[in-house]
């Protein structure tokens, strides 16, 4: 067990609403990560932390910002969610060295209608 | 860029048998290799990496990888295949170059043990 929760882990919105996914760990790790799942695409990175306050850009980070203020929690935000943001999201810990592998979180379900 | 293919999205192989999933991969540096495995509505978890060192990797659930540079493969083996094997299987590459480390994922193969 990593200590990831991830929360909400199913919600359903409509267009145009702000939603915010929370990632909450235990063991104060430096590296975090938020990635979308979508069938054919695998994982795709949206932002990362490696430290408070210090974020950066994934692959798809168009729509979604993040935020840091304390070790344990990562957030999510989508300031207006649409539809092509329905996806589920995962959160997930680096707590190795620079050799270390990820750890997730069991995911939040996201259906922006 | 750093990235990984998995060139099949479905495998089925028979119970007992032996399983194989294939992963290529593109880095410009040292690659860093990963596999995880997601079961139905689960987080993914981890299986096994290649850093450095020898080119058959041993990991959880008697999974293991064979990296090939000559290659650039790091597909994943098992001797033989159990039907709770069946589950949707990641590779990854890990990208030095960046300050977050960041991982690429592939599109994912889904292994069906068929009993």
């Known amino acids: 067990d990593a200590g990831i929760t991830q929360s909400p882990r199913h919600k359903v919105t409509e267009t145009g609403t702000p939603v915010t996914l929370r990632c909450h760990q235990t063991?104060?790790?430096?590296?975090m990560y938020w990635y979308r799942q979508d069938p054919g695409h695998g994982l795709r990175l949206i932002h990362y932390s490696y430290g408070v306050k210090d974020t950066d850009k994934g692959e798809v980070s168009d729509g979604y910002s993040v935020s840091r203020s304390k070790t344990e929690d990562f957030l999510l935000t989508l300031e207006s969610a649409t539809s092509s943001q329905t996806s589920v999201y995962f959160c997930a810990i680096r707590p190795g060295p620079n050799t270390g592998e990820l750890f997730f979180g069991e995911g939040s379900r996201l259906t922006v209608l | 860029a750093q990235s990984v293919a998995q060139p099949e999205d479905q495998v089925n192989v028979a119970e007992g048998n032996p399983l194989t999933v294939k992963c290529t991969y593109s880095?410009?540096?040292?690659?860093?290799l990963f596999w995880y495995v997601q079961y139905p509505n689960r987080g993914l978890q981890f299986l096994l990496k290649?850093?450095?060192?020898?080119?058959l990797v041993k990991g959880s659930y008697g999974f293991e990888a064979e990296f090939n540079k000559s290659q650039t493969s790091f597909h994943l083996k098992k001797p033989s295949a159990l039907v709770s094997d069946s589950a949707l299987y990641f590779c990854a590459v890990r990208d030095e170059s960046n300050t977050g480390n960041q991982f690429y994922f592939g599109t994912g193969t889904s292994l069906t043990v068929i009993p």
């Open positions: 290649y850093i450095t060192g020898d080119n």
């Open positions: 063991e104060n790790h430096r590296y």
């Open positions: 880095v410009s540096g040292n690659p860093y």
